[in-house]
Structure formats: structure tokens, C-alpha cells
């Protein structure tokens, strides 16, 4: 079982459509927990971080159950220029971090 | 936030030879450093952790002496593959962890892809 599983997409979505991506673990002992944005040939870009409390950032909301052992991020009015893809990471007990495959949005007008 | 940069973004080269990349923090100090592959349409996989001043500490699977990696600064690691063949064609990333109120933060440069012929 892969440690971090994503489902890949792709989520094919018109401007101002609200999507939501899911994200399970499989380690418990999981510190922390981040959504990346990766652009196609590009490097990860911290997207946020997520915390057991729920937070947002604009239209961005990421939510952490730890007991499920589940993390979400909704996006709200999608943007064009939200196309890419979406990487659920986890940081481990050394604070390495596990990348999950990814979910690829497309955002068409 | 901190800036990380690679070199080069991008290369070619024959089967055979080897191919140094530099990763480099420009305006802070890392003492570690992490090296990832990516191939097409996966997930990064992290290869190794660099410290600076000492050894690497390689995941499993990875051949330390194929992928050499030299952590001499506080600003610069690099990350040697030492006689390249076709399926060590892939994108390589670093990243520098900055310690910020306690929890590691890493930056990632922008990657450098390698295509061995």
C-alpha cells in the first residue's frame, strides 16, 4: 500500500466550479501535513499547510482528520490558472517529506 | 521565502558519462538538503538527505556510488550520476529545510532534467 494515496484525476472543471480532492495515509505517526501545487515540468510549490483545526487561504480549505487518517483540500471559484497538479504531502517523524502521486485539475473556460 | 537554485535546469548527455547538478540556497544556510527524482506522471521519490559536512544518507534502493552527493557549504550540495544510462533520464530536485518556529520547511529549486541518449 502506497503511503500516500491520491486519487490522479484528472478533474476536468469549468471557470468558477468549486472541486475538492482527497487524500488518505497510511502512517499514523505522520507530523505534518501540506498540499504542493506542481505546474507541468516545474518544481512543487507550497500550497498550504493543513492543520487538525481546518484552515483556509483565500479560496483554498484544507481539512485534517487524523483519526480517519484523511486530509482535503476544497478550491472555491476555480481559476484558469488553477490548472495543475495537486500533491498531498506528509512530513514523517524526521520530518522527511512524503509525496503523494498527485490529482491533476484542468480548469477549462 | 528562501530562494533555491539549480544547475543546470536542463541536460543531455551519452551514455556512459557522468553529470554533476549544483544545488544552491542564496540567501540562507541549509544544513540539509534533500535530493528527488521524478519520472513521468509519479510522485517525488526521495533519493537521499545531504548534511552538510557529512556523509549522505541514502533511501533504500539508491546506489550511493552511483549517486554521489557533496555537501562541502552551508550553501551548496551537489549530486553526481556517475556513468549515466538511458533510465537515469529523469527530473532531479533538491530541496533546503529552513527551521522556522520549530517545524522544517523545505524550499525546492527547479528541478533539472536529464536525458541520457
Known amino acids: 500500500r502506497k503511503e500516500v494515496e491520491q486519487d490522479p484525476g484528472p478533474f476536468n472543471v469549468p471557470e468558477g466550479a468549486t472541486v475538492a480532492f482527497n487524500c488518505t495515509y497510511s502512517?499514523?505517526?505522520?507530523?505534518?501535513f501540506f498540499w504542493y501545487r506542481q505546474d507541468c515540468r516545474k518544481e512543487p510549490k507550497l500550497l498550504m499547510s493543513v492543520y487538525s483545526s481546518g484552515n483556509e487561504d483565500g479560496r483554498f480549505t484544507a481539512q485534517l482528520n487524523r483519526a480517519s487518517q484523511y486530509i482535503s483540500l476544497l478550491i472555491r471559484d476555480s481559476k484558469l490558472s488553477d490548472s495543475a497538479t495537486y500533491l498531498c504531502v506528509l512530513a514523517d517523524s524526521s520530518y522527511k517529506l512524503i509525496f503523494g502521486s498527485g490529482t491533476r485539475l484542468l480548469v477549462r473556460p | 521565502g528562501a530562494v533555491v537554485s539549480q544547475h543546470p535546469s536542463w541536460v543531455i548527455c551519452k551514455s556512459g558519462t557522468s553529470v554533476k547538478i549544483e544545488c544552491r540556497s542564496l540567501?540562507?544556510?541549509?544544513?540539509?538538503m534533500f535530493w528527488y527524482r521524478q519520472f513521468p506522471k509519479q510522485s517525488l521519490m526521495l533519493m537521499a538527505t545531504?548534511?552538510?559536512?557529512?556523509?549522505?544518507?541514502?533511501e533504500q534502493g539508491v546506489e550511493k556510488d552511483k549517486f554521489l552527493i557533496n555537501h562541502a557549504s552551508l550553501t551548496l550540495s551537489t549530486l553526481t550520476v556517475t556513468s549515466a544510462h538511458p533510465e537515469d533520464s529523469s527530473f532531479y530536485i533538491c530541496?533546503?529545510?529552513?527551521?522556522?518556529?520549530?517545524?522544517?520547511?523545505?524550499?525546492f529549486g527547479p528541478g533539472t532534467r536529464l536525458t541520457v541518449l
Open positions: 530541496s533546503a529545510r529552513v527551521w522556522v518556529e520549530g517545524a522544517g520547511t523545505q524550499y
Open positions: 502512517n499514523s505517526a505522520s507530523q505534518s
Open positions: 545531504s548534511n552538510e559536512g557529512s556523509k549522505a544518507t541514502y
Open positions: 540567501d540562507f544556510q541549509a544544513t540539509t
